[in-house]
């Protein structure tokens, strides 16, 4: 008995922990790559460094970011940020600024071959009104607090009806960082129940110039060309998505030729791959700005002359090229680059000794610490933010500017989801670090705007900057008709903005993609950045590959 | 015997049921809303409408004890949810991941238990050796330094430094090695990791437990009998140190379980681990909700296995 006792023990240890190697190694994870053979057919295959919103997971871009070629909208925009026909073939806007009569190109191919129509451009818009689908793009559509109404003229024709001039209505139609309205097929969302558990969120349709063909979860993103793609037959024949742990690993896959496109952010990753004869880095700003905002409310923030110290004080291009990197660019308005930008907005530049006077004027004396004091009271700060983005060193930097003028600059570093909290809902800080700006349409009136302040969204105004001429300006220009009238307006609120120094204006959010040789047909110059880097893929289905 | 196999079984019910009940609460409690964050479709995204809708058509809008009823309904009918990140089942998201995991905590399971036992009886065997000196101050510090650490200074010295092993994932997607090759190349840096943090375990217990039993008479009597040195250490004294150790083997699986979810992440290893950790950082409930169901599903599983390997090694436990 006691001789069996031993071995008892051991069995049981081994055969537990067998078990859960047979459970594992029964159930392959990953399939092995399916190999479609096309006869004839030299185009070449895209490897692409995929990043998070590449791995969707879900396919719907009614509920998802789905930043792959699957789909297109009836917009797209040129090197301007202007928008240009894509799906629609040509508009016309009534002289009241609120019938849009739009002509669908003819003979555009669904993946399945099934021709788009007006019919699947109406159902989208339905589908994106429908108050029980859970899309995000929802208020878009509603204008005035009444929605827009959408008619079919013809199987080539739609019109909407807006309830009140817009003009960012057009911009809306695409998809860019902000919004996501590209058509759908009616003919298979409308035999889906419930649009967050249909099949075509794993199976997707769309008319883009590519189409899913495989997807492993967090792994790779197979798609292969759209061969009646409107725009013409895809120079490429596949494109995958490939997850990498980090940037070093895609580095090393570009190096050796595993990999032909990568995003790049840490200098020195830019910088050997730069040094590779294999490969060019192409680089582009967008117009989403790192800013810090002055909370309005702070008794100390509320005189113009402590902002206007603080602007002054820190070196804001040295900062951000040491935090960020040597080729990042700042701007001085939250909207930097296009026709939006205006050229007379005010521009702090670093002068400490200015800092100094405005704060002496202001009434706050250096204190036996160094830092100043006015009615016993220190000049102290709190900066808060997340971990992302390289926002830790900007604040710290940022500590040490203003600490040579005489202010305590405190850092409060928060979770992602507690930062985003405390800053947008409780409002609790007195200066906060995040991204200001917009991807392509220069629609940033929430985020400034009065009547805005109460939200709790990233789109709010959570600092109680409150401004009747800016807000007044931010109406001008939704209401105006023509692009020179609503850049007048634009022009005036960046100017009125940047008078009253409501923010630390930092670095403009740079892509910097690494393409290996093999890659052909991109869209250079690549116009600006959206959040995924992917805009010298303006015009996905040009390019090509040498890679089989 | 079988009555207490029993009892233990039905006692991981309600420890199941409090486990999900505080995590569902503290997830709650967190700051951080995940429809904002994301749902609906975050950054420069959804407008205060679209939250409140978004909120209201999930059923995230209904106070916490309703959302948890709801929860616990569909989760005792076998329906885990949607995960609110990616709209697709939490079953299958974990069933997708858990072959990664299960692999890699079993391998380190297999190996840290094995060779653990295996230093630990021969550290005990020979103590004040300086093999047992060497293991001591080892054991000391594999104790004292983190997975984490110990997982960065591994991909440093051997992906990045000399380029033998890659830094993280299951499998290369394009790779000249041979399929097994190319597997057996990533698991060795997480094996490894994992395994060492229940490594020094093992061999702190195996080593005091084997110099207890190596003091007590029946060694003695054994050794005064003229047996065989090794025939003393391992039938006579290991078998019997081996009775406490047993209870290590709870111990250990939620080490694994717990240190999954750092080593995943570190590696990009597509398991529950980093599935946790990620729908921790989205606030996705549902997903949250399942992988620590399942987490403490396999720790009870554990400490349920450690028991019942108690009973049958201790005769006083067996017999009573």
Same mark, same amino acid.
């Given at each position: 008995?006691?001789?069996?006792?031993?071995?008892?023990?051991?069995?049981?240890?081994?055969?537990?922990?067998?078990?859960?190697?047979?459970?594992?190694?029964?159930?392959?994870?990953?399939?092995?790559?399916?190999?479609?053979?096309?006869?004839?057919?030299?185009?070449?295959?895209?490897?692409?460094?995929?990043?998070?919103?590449?791995?969707?997971?879900?396919?719907?871009?009614?509920?998802?970011?789905?930043?792959?070629?699957? %789909?297109?909208?009836?917009?797209?925009?040129?090197?301007?940020?202007?928008?240009?026909?894509?799906?629609?073939?040509?508009?016309?806007?009534?002289?009241?600024?609120?019938?849009?009569?739009?002509?669908?190109?003819?003979?555009?191919?669904?993946?399945?071959?099934?021709?788009?129509?007006?019919?699947?451009?109406?159902?989208?818009?339905?589908?994106?009104?429908?108050?029980?689908?859970?899309?995000?793009?929802?208020?878009?559509?509603?204008?005035?607090?009444?929605?827009?109404?959408?008619?079919?003229?013809?199987? %080539?024709?739609?019109?909407?009806?807006?309830?009140?001039?817009?003009?960012?209505?057009?911009?809306?139609?695409?998809?860019?960082?902000?919004?996501?309205?590209?058509?759908?097929?009616?003919?298979?969302?409308?035999?889906?129940?419930?649009?967050?558990?249909?099949?075509?969120?794993?199976?997707?349709?769309?008319?883009?110039?590519?189409?899913?063909?495989?997807?492993?979860?967090?792994?790779?993103?197979?798609?292969?060309?759209?061969?009646?793609?409107?725009?013409?037959?895809?120079?490429?024949?596949?494109?995958?998505?490939?997850?990498?742990?980090?940037?070093?690993?895609?580095?090393?896959?570009?190096?050796?030729?595993?990999?032909?496109?990568?995003?790049?952010?840490?200098?020195?990753?830019?910088?050997?791959?730069?040094?590779?004869?294999?490969?060019?880095?192409?680089? %582009?700003?967008?117009?989403?700005?790192?800013?810090?905002?002055?909370?309005?409310?702070?008794?100390?923030?509320?005189?113009?002359?402590?902002?206007?110290?603080?602007?002054?004080?820190?070196?804001?291009?040295?900062?951000?090229?040491?935090?960020?990197?040597?080729?990042?660019?700042?701007?001085?308005?939250?909207?930097?680059?296009?026709?939006?930008?205006?050229?007379?907005?005010?521009?702090?530049?670093?002068?400490?000794?200015? &800092?100094?006077?405005?704060?002496?004027?202001?009434?706050?004396?250096?204190?036996?610490?160094?830092?100043?004091?006015?009615?016993?009271?220190?000049?102290?700060?709190?900066?808060?933010?997340?971990?992302?983005?390289?926002?830790?060193?900007? &604040?710290?930097?940022?500590?040490?500017?203003?600490?040579?003028?005489?202010?305590?600059?405190?850092?409060?570093?928060?979770?992602?989801?507690?930062?985003?909290?405390?800053?947008?809902?409780?409002?609790?800080?007195?200066?906060?670090?995040?991204?200001?700006?917009?991807?392509?349409?220069?629609?940033?009136?929430?985020?400034?705007?009065?009547?805005?302040?109460?939200?709790?969204?990233?789109?709010?105004?959570?600092?109680?900057?409150?401004?009747?001429?800016?807000?007044?300006?931010?109406?001008?220009?939704?209401?105006?008709?023509?692009?020179?009238?609503?850049?007048?307006?634009?022009?005036?609120?960046?100017?009125?903005?940047?008078?009253?120094?409501?923010?630390?204006?930092?670095?403009?959010?740079? &892509?910097?993609?690494?393409?290996?040789?093999?890659?052909?047909?991109?869209?250079?110059?690549?116009?600006?950045?959206?959040?995924?880097?992917?805009?010298?893929?303006?015009?996905?289905?040009?390019?090509?590959?040498?890679?089989? | 015997?079988?009555?207490?196999?029993?009892?233990?079984?039905?006692?991981?019910?309600?420890?199941?049921?409090?486990?999900?009940?505080?995590?569902?609460?503290?997830?709650?409690?967190?700051?951080?809303?995940?429809?904002?964050?994301?749902?609906?479709?975050?950054?420069?995204?959804?407008?205060?409408?679209?939250?409140?809708?978004?909120?209201?058509?999930?059923?995230?809008?209904?106070?916490?004890?309703?959302?948890?009823?709801?929860?616990?309904?569909?989760?005792?009918?076998?329906?885990?949810?949607?995960?609110?990140?990616?709209?697709?089942?939490?079953?299958?998201?974990?069933?997708?991941?858990?072959?990664?995991?299960?692999?890699?905590?079993?391998?380190?399971?297999?190996?840290?238990?094995?060779?653990?036992?295996?230093?630990?009886?021969?550290?005990?065997?020979?103590?004040?050796?300086?093999?047992?000196?060497?293991?001591?101050?080892?054991?000391?510090?594999?104790?004292?330094?983190?997975?984490?650490?110990?997982?960065?200074?591994?991909?440093?010295?051997?992906?990045?430094?000399?380029?033998?092993?890659?830094?993280?994932?299951?499998?290369?997607?394009?790779?000249?090695?041979?399929?097994?090759?190319?597997?057996?190349?990533?698991?060795?840096?997480?094996?490894?990791?994992?395994?060492?943090?229940?490594?020094?375990?093992?061999?702190?217990?195996?080593?005091?437990?084997?110099?207890?039993?190596?003091?007590?008479?029946?060694?003695?009597?054994?050794?005064?009998?003229?047996?065989?040195?090794?025939?003393?250490?391992?039938?006579?004294?290991?078998?019997?140190?081996?009775?406490?150790?047993?209870?290590?083997?709870?111990?250990?699986?939620?080490?694994?379980?717990?240190?999954?979810?750092?080593?995943?992440?570190?590696?990009?290893?597509?398991?529950?681990?980093?599935?946790?950790?990620?729908?921790?950082?989205?606030?996705?409930?549902?997903?949250?909700?399942?992988?620590?169901?399942?987490?403490?599903?396999?720790?009870?599983?554990?400490?349920?296995?450690?028991?019942?390997?108690?009973?049958?090694?201790?005769?006083?436990?067996?017999?009573?």
């Amino acid at each position: 008995m006691s001789a069996k006792r031993g071995y008892w023990v051991i069995i049981l240890l081994v055969v537990s922990s067998l078990v859960g190697l047979l459970v594992a190694g029964c159930r392959p994870t990953t399939a092995p790559p399916t190999e479609v053979p096309v006869a004839q057919d030299t185009r070449g295959t895209l490897l692409m460094r995929g990043s998070k919103s590449s791995f969707p997971q879900n396919f719907n871009p009614l509920l998802y970011d789905v930043r792959l070629w699957l %789909y297109d909208g009836l917009v797209r925009f040129d090197q301007d940020l202007k928008p240009i026909p894509d799906l629609a073939e040509s508009w016309e806007i009534s002289d009241d600024g609120l019938v849009y009569t739009i002509k669908l190109r003819r003979g555009v191919k669904f993946h399945d071959g099934v021709e788009m129509t007006a019919d699947d451009v109406i159902y989208t818009a339905q589908l994106t009104l429908d108050e029980k689908v859970n899309s995000p793009y929802r208020s878009k559509f509603i204008i005035g607090g009444e929605p827009v109404k959408w008619e079919k003229v013809d199987d %080539y024709t739609v019109r909407a009806i807006l309830p009140q001039p817009s003009s960012s209505f057009l911009a809306k139609l695409s998809r860019a960082d902000e919004i996501f309205f590209t058509i759908l097929p009616k003919h298979i969302l409308e035999k889906c129940a419930d649009m967050e558990t249909c099949d075509f969120n794993q199976h997707p349709v769309g008319t883009g110039p590519f189409k899913l063909v495989e997807y492993v979860p967090d792994q790779r993103v197979v798609l292969e060309a759209h061969d009646d793609y409107f725009q013409g037959r895809p120079g490429l024949k596949r494109v995958v998505r490939l997850a990498y742990p980090n940037e070093q690993a895609a580095l090393a896959a570009l190096k050796s030729g595993e990999l032909d496109v990568a995003a790049l952010r840490e200098a020195g990753n830019v910088n050997a791959a730069e040094a590779d004869p294999n490969l060019t880095v192409y680089r %582009y700003d967008s117009n989403w700005i790192m800013a810090a905002r002055f909370n309005m409310a702070n008794p100390i923030l509320q005189d113009i002359k402590v902002r206007q110290a603080i602007s002054h004080a820190i070196d804001r291009l040295s900062l951000c090229k040491a935090a960020i990197g040597p080729t990042t660019n700042i701007g001085d308005s939250p909207i930097s680059i296009g026709w939006a930008a205006s050229p007379n907005v005010v521009r702090y530049e670093y002068d400490p000794e200015k &800092a100094k006077a405005l704060l002496e004027e202001a009434g706050w004396k250096v204190g036996s610490d160094g830092i100043r004091e006015k009615d016993g009271q220190r000049l102290s700060l709190t900066i808060t933010f997340d971990p992302d983005y390289g926002k830790p060193d900007l &604040a710290t930097g940022m500590q040490q500017f203003l600490k040579a003028v005489g202010i305590e600059l405190k850092l409060q570093q928060m979770e992602p989801a507690t930062a985003e909290e405390t800053i947008y809902v409780k409002k609790e800080f007195d200066i906060y670090l995040d991204w200001q700006g917009f991807g392509v349409d220069p629609d940033i009136a929430s985020r400034w705007s009065t009547s805005t302040a109460e939200q709790g969204t990233y789109l709010s105004n959570p600092s109680n900057y409150a401004n009747p001429e800016v807000d007044a300006a931010f109406r001008a220009a939704e209401i105006a008709r023509t692009v020179e009238e609503r850049q007048k307006y634009l022009w005036q609120a960046q100017d009125l903005i940047t008078r009253d120094a409501a923010a630390v204006w930092l670095y403009l959010w740079q &892509a910097q993609m690494a393409v290996s040789k093999n890659v052909g047909g991109l869209s250079l110059p690549p116009s600006i950045a959206d959040m995924d880097n992917t805009a010298i893929f303006r015009e996905p289905w040009k390019v090509t590959s040498t890679r089989p | 015997m079988y009555r207490l196999i029993l009892r233990r079984f039905l006692l991981a019910i309600p420890t199941l049921f409090v486990v999900s009940f505080l995590s569902f609460g503290i997830m709650k409690a967190a700051p951080g809303d995940p429809v904002r964050m994301y749902v609906a479709g975050g950054m420069s995204k959804g407008s205060v409408e679209d939250i409140e809708r978004i909120r209201h058509n999930l059923g995230l809008d209904r106070p916490i004890y309703v959302q948890y009823i709801a929860w616990l309904r569909n989760t005792l009918r076998g329906d885990l949810g949607y995960s609110l990140a990616t709209r697709r089942p939490v079953a299958q998201i974990i069933a997708e991941k858990l072959p990664a995991s299960i692999s890699l905590m079993g391998i380190s399971f297999l190996l840290s238990m094995t060779i653990g036992i295996g230093i630990g009886v021969l550290s005990a065997a020979k103590q004040y050796s300086l093999f047992d000196y060497v293991v001591t101050v080892l054991a000391f510090l594999g104790n004292s330094l983190p997975a984490f650490w110990i997982a960065l200074m591994l991909i440093w010295l051997f992906s990045v430094r000399l380029g033998w092993l890659p830094t993280g994932h299951m499998s290369s997607y394009e790779t000249t090695d041979s399929p097994i090759l190319d597997y057996a190349k990533h698991y060795v840096l997480p094996v490894t990791t994992l395994s060492l943090v229940s490594l020094v375990s093992w061999v702190r217990y195996q080593r005091a437990s084997m110099l207890e039993s190596l003091q007590q008479d029946y060694v003695r009597t054994a050794r005064a009998k003229g047996l065989a040195e090794r025939v003393v250490l391992i039938r006579h004294a290991w078998r019997n140190s081996l009775v406490p150790i047993v209870t290590l083997i709870g111990f250990s699986v939620a080490n694994l379980v717990g240190g999954s979810y750092i080593i995943e992440t570190i590696f990009s290893w597509p398991g529950m681990g980093q599935l946790g950790f990620d729908a921790l950082l989205k606030r996705d409930y549902p997903v949250m909700m399942g992988v620590t169901l399942l987490s403490a599903i396999f720790i009870i599983f554990g400490n349920l296995l450690a028991d019942l390997t108690y009973i049958l090694v201790n005769p006083q436990i067996r017999e009573s």
